[in-house]
């Protein structure tokens, strides 16, 4: 159904781990330091990262932004994240930080393919965390998960409650049905105005995974997961899949592995309610 993942050796990890994932991952934060509008400095970023450990969250995603207006060299990630790697351990925390990228749908077609490699999900090659353009979903983004997926990947698209419009359950829709998974930011789970708008997403099917999204361990929403989550249990159909959504989408994601969601999307509402910020 979904174009086929191409060739790839074992997927990098950071901090000494190999092997298949099995336990929570945050596939959208923005911790590694001084590089975007993310963490700001070594202990802001460590701190994050015992936050996430604290919350039950095992292994980060570490996701700058690939965009026009941040200066991110792709070539540079791996030993940055290293040395945050490091640091956490010194630290004392064991959390694991993988690679990633949060990737502008804009600066997807400048991108070279192992640019792609250097900033899929855990490195894995199969899974693009896609930034949509500000504004209402529209035609471009489905023409990114189609290049997406000429390229032999597939999207997980951030963040669906910053741009909310009448149409955004139909557009979730139907880029779902062309093979991309839906990240949910957590904390707009929790608190009004967002929540009730995430809410009719969930019911609708229409998000697959939890991530923090979070740039620091001072202000803004937490590198926390579990509270969000529980929010879901009493929503059908998602209610019933907590574990897949918490762990088993996740750890395939950062693994690079295809997965499918053990439910539904069951109807396209309108999502109405005010964009959330940041991202
Ligand atoms: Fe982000």
Do not use: K, N
């Not at 460590?46 to 039950?56: L, S």
């Not at 095992?58 to 690939?66: E, K």
């Not at 250097?118 to 965390?129: D, K, P, T, Y």
């Amino acid at each position: 159904m979904f174009p086929a993942a191409p060739p790839r050796p074992p997927p990098e990890r950071c901090g000494g781990q190999t092997g298949v994932i099995t336990a929570s991952v945050d596939l959208h934060c923005h911790i590694l330091p001084g590089i975007d509008d993310g963490a700001r400095d070594l202990g802001d970023a460590v701190e994050m990262a015992r936050m996430a450990q604290a919350d039950g969250i095992d292994a980060i995603c570490a996701t700058p932004h690939i965009r026009h207006d941040h200066d991110v060299r792709i070539r540079e990630l791996p030993e940055r994240r290293a040395e945050l790697a490091a640091a956490v351990r010194a630290a004392g925390a064991t959390i694991a930080i993988l690679p990633g990228g949060e990737v502008a749908a804009t600066a997807l077609a400048g991108l070279e393919d192992d640019e792609l490699d250097a900033v899929s999900l855990g490195g894995g090659r199969r899974w693009i965390l896609l930034e949509p353009a500000p504004g209402p979903l529209d035609d471009r983004l489905d023409a990114s998960v189609r290049e997406l997926g000429r390229r032999g990947r597939r999207a997980l698209i951030a963040h669906p409650e910053r741009h909310l419009a009448p149409d955004l359950a139909a557009r979730l829709g139907g880029l779902i049905a062309g093979g991309a998974l839906v990240q949910a930011t957590a904390a707009y789970l929790l608190s009004d105005p967002t929540r009730d708008g995430m809410r009719v997403l969930a019911r609708a099917g229409l998000l697959h995974v939890l991530a923090s999204d979070a740039h620091s361990s001072r202000a803004g929403r937490p590198p926390a997961t579990a509270a969000a989550l529980a929010t879901l249990a009493d929503i059908d159909p998602v209610g019933a899949h907590l574990e897949w959504i918490a762990r088993t989408a996740p750890a395939a994601i950062a693994a690079g592995s295809d997965v499918s969601p053990p439910f539904a999307v069951t109807s396209a509402p309108h999502a109405a309610g005010p964009p959330a910020g940041g991202g």
